[in-house]
């Protein structure tokens, strides 16, 4: 049956029409699996580290690097170009947000590590911003991605072996958990393209970054990016 809708006059659709209208679909980036009601019953999201959560994104991000290379086809390469851009963009400022300043207040030279991992983001943000800038036919791409990489790589593997046993070892799990849900909420607020120009340290960093972040999401909205049933 129709009903009144309140205070309009009008009368509501029927649930089961309004459902059955389809609606255009954008193109979005690749979310993380969610994670199911039983793994979270088990596995309490309190109990995830900040470092895990750090871990995690180096994972996806590697998976990501292996896909471009391993794609046969160009419209396959710019997917995971695209996937890997908005992935890495979003987990440094998280990073330089959340994670450094961390580093800074907790770990006995923690200053000195934190201003090491900016300096090391400056040079990935750097050649990141010039593979946006590339397409899987350019000469360049191949060389620049691996540059990239290896640039990344050489960070992820001290930051994982060093900087953040060292974050871990200072600061209880509880407040490891604080620092995952912060880490994992600003990745949704934060620009998710390359401003190797913009600052790397809050305040600023974070007021630059809800200006630009509009604008970045209005590009994601045009580009390609993997299916939703291709594997990660």
């Known amino acids: ?27 979005t980036p690749r979310f993380i699996q969610p994670v199911s009601i039983r793994t979270m019953m088990d596995s309490p999201y309190s109990a995830v580290k900040v470092s895990d959560r750090v871990k995690h994104d180096h994972a996806e991000l590697e998976k990501q690097y292996r896909n ?9 390469k710019v997917r995971w ?6 992935e890495l963009a979003r987990h440094s400022i998280a990073e330089e947000i959340i994670v450094y300043p961390a580093f800074e207040k907790f770990v006995p030279n923690g200053l000195v590590m934190a201003e090491k991992d900016r300096a090391e983001h400056q040079r990935v943000k750097n050649l990141l911003y010039e593979f946006e800038k590339m397409t899987p036919s ?26 953040l046993p060292a974050l871990e070892e200072n600061i209880d799990v509880e407040y490891s958990s604080k620092l995952a849900s912060s880490f994992n909420t600003t990745k949704h607020f934060v ?3 390359s401003h190797p120009s913009a600052p790397d340290k809050p305040p600023y960093e974070t007021a630059i970054g809800l200006l630009t972040t509009p604008m970045d999401k209005l590009i994601d909205m045009f580009r ?5 049933d291709k594997k990660a």
């Open 191 to 193: 620009p998710t393209h």
């Open 138 to 163: 350019s000469s360049d791409f191949l060389p620049t991605l691996d540059k990239l990489w290896d640039a990344l790589s050489d960070h992820i593997t001290e930051e994982e072996r060093d900087d």
């Open 81 to 86: 170009q695209n996937q890997f851009i908005w």
């Open 68 to 76: 471009i290379l391993a794609a046969e086809d160009e419209d396959t």
């Open 224 to 228: 390609k990016f993997p299916k939703e």
């Open 1 to 27: 049956m129709y009903r009144l809708a309140t205070h309009t006059g009008l009368r509501q659709v029927p649930r089961s029409i309004a459902n059955s209208v389809s609606r255009p679909a954008l193109a």
